[in-house]
Structures are given as structure tokens and as C-alpha cells.
């Protein structure tokens, strides 16, 4: 019986269009609430929330069997971290502050078992081999890793082409406010020149053959992200929609 085929990773290949949502509560019972929505994938944040594996963990199994894929954001991009969330079952991992085909090229070989990488192996103890009830887990798992490394710096854009030609790349995804930090306008993802550097991004990513991702939480810059290409597109965070869920609900009565 081999690994669990990955069905964000063959979405992606097709050129699916894929809503998606972050999940920042670092709980598993949030996420599992989320993961009825209807998103075709959720972001669980391990840079962002206050995750560990053991939380990044229970919420994957959280999601066992919703429609939403869960994509684990890992903090950074090491050998460490990203051999911890697979075994705990992560087949779709998004990586912070790519900036080179060197980087990216580590992350493919991290992701993979030997000789294509250097993956631990520990599939016997392992969720994402079923606890070692899944027998070909370790020589048919390679084939199902999907790796989306974002995009945020001028260094980053510089290099995109190279990055992108990077053989086990599947995506390249778009951080709106590092990009825009690292660009010099802080705060300002919306600013002329972060929006041309970020539409031609897509682009680029686009010609490449890869997959793209972007994030906005306006209705309007993701529609706009959305007819620039983006392809996997974050259209929500759940923290956000949930505070300012309780912030109106509060100022409706106080205000009446
Ligand atoms: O740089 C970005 O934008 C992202 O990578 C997304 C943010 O980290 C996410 O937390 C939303 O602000």
C-alpha cells in the first residue's frame, strides 16, 4: 500500500483554482470548526501562530477527512522542522522567505527520503505512515511532497526565475507584507510599486509552469490577485474574521 495520494499537489498541477484560508487559532478544535467552511485548503501557521509540532499535529488530524487540505506553514526553512511536521502527517508544506534556487533546491531535498533527499527516517513511529501501517509508505512518499515557497523579498524577485526552475517547486506564493516591508514601504502592500512588482510576479510565475499563491483579505485586491493569475488564493484569516466578527457585534450594542 503506497503513501496517500496528495490531492493539493495534483489540484495544483491541473490549474485549479483554490480558495483557501489561514488558520491562526493554533487549536485543534478552531481549525476543525474551519474545516467545514468549505476552503480547499487551509494555511496552518507555524511562523505567525504560536504552533509547535504537537499542535500543527492534532490540527492535521483535525482535518482528516474535510475537504480542506492542510497546507503547514513551517517557521523556517530547516532539515529539522520540516522532517517533524511530515512524520506528523503534512504533505503540503509552505516555507517563509525563499529567496534563492539554493534555498529552494534544499527544501525539495529536505522533503524527501534519500537518494532524492535527506529526509530521517522514522516511518515506523509515524503518523503519516500510519503508524507503519502503511508498508511502501518510505519508498512511494517522495512522490506526494508539494513544496510552495513564498516569495517576499527583492531578493526573492530577483531570482524568481531560477527559483521557479527549481525541480520539485510546486508553487511559489506571494507574501504581500514581507514583500512590501522588504520593498520599503511598510505596511503598505497596496502601494503602486508593490502591486506592479506582485502582478508581475504572478506573471512570471505563471510562464514558468509553476503554481502561484497570494494572500488578501480584501474582497476587491483578491478578486484583483485573482485575475492576475493567482491561482491559489487566500482570501481569509480566521483571527481576523473572528475578532472582527466580536468587535461589531459588541459596537452594535453599545452603540445601539
Ligand atoms: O508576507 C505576507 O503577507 C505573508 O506571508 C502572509 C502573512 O504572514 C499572514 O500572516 C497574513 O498577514
Not at 175 to 185: E, I, K, R, T
Not at 218 to 224: E, G, N
Request: proline letters at 5%; a negative charge; aromatic letters at 6%.
Amino acid at each position: 500500500m503506497p503513501a496517500p495520494e496528495n490531492p493539493f499537489k495534483k489540484a495544483l498541477a491541473a490549474g485549479d483554482m483554490l480558495y483557501g484560508c489561514w488558520a491562526g487559532f493554533a487549536d485543534a478544535y478552531a481549525t476543525e470548526i474551519l474545516g467545514t467552511a468549505g476552503f480547499d485548503w487551509l494555511v496552518l501557521d507555524g511562523e505567525h501562530a504560536p504552533n509547535d509540532v504537537r499542535s500543527l499535529s492534532v490540527q492535521i488530524q483535525a482535518l482528516q477527512g474535510s475537504a480542506s487540505h492542510p497546507v503547514v506553514r513551517v517557521p523556517i526553512g530547516e532539515d529539522w522542522i520540516i522532517k517533524q511536521v511530515l512524520d506528523a502527517g503534512a504533505q503540503s508544506l509552505l516555507v517563509p522567505m525563499v529567496d534563492t534556487a539554493e534555498q529552494a533546491e534544499a527544501l525539495v531535498r529536505a522533503m524527501r527520503y534519500p537518494p532524492e533527499g535527506v529526509r530521517g527516517s522514522g516511518a515506523a513511529l509515524a503518523r503519516a505512515s500510519g503508524f507503519g501501517a502503511i508498508p511502501d509508505y518510505i519508498t512511494t512518499a517522495n512522490d506526494q511532497m508539494c513544496l510552495i515557497v513564498q516569495i517576499e523579498s527583492r531578493a526573492a524577485l530577483e531570482n524568481l526565475d531560477a527559483i521557479c526552475a527549481v525541480d520539485g517547486v510546486d508553487a511559489a506564493f506571494i507574501g504581500p507584507s514581507d514583500l512590501a516591508n522588504d520593498m520599503g514601504y511598510r505596511g503598505d502592500a497596496t502601494a503602486p510599486e508593490v502591486m506592479e512588482a506582485m502582478k508581475d510576479a504572478l506573471a512570471r510565475i505563471k510562464t514558468a509552469g509553476k503554481a502561484s499563491g497570494i494572500l488578501a483579505i480584501d474582497h476587491d485586491i483578491a478578486m484583483m490577485y485573482r485575475d492576475w493569475g493567482g491561482q491559489m488564493l487566500a482570501v481569509g484569516i480566521d483571527v481576523v474574521l473572528f475578532a472582527q466578527a466580536a468587535r461589531d457585534l459588541a459596537a452594535k450594542w453599545h452603540d445601539g
